[in-house]
């Protein structure tokens, strides 16, 4: 793997986890917003769609 792709791979996780991140915190405050209250019931369920999403991504992602 020369070093233009690794970093290319490194910068798409990177990133996807930034994306991750910022789409989860922006749900959050959305719901909070809606509910008028932490929706401290759904962070668990939020957390493992954001993995598989995650997951899926990368997988997709990669090469054979």
Do not use: Q
């Amino acid at each position: 793997m020369s070093g233009d792709v690794m970093f290319a791979e490194i910068g798409r996780v990177v990133g996807t986890l930034v994306l991750a991140y910022i789409g989860f915190h922006a749900s959050v405050l959305i719901l909070t917003l809606v509910f008028g209250r932490s929706p401290e019931l759904l962070l668990p369920p939020m957390g493992v769609a954001a993995f598989i999403v995650w997951w899926f991504l990368l997988r997709r992602s990669a090469r054979p």
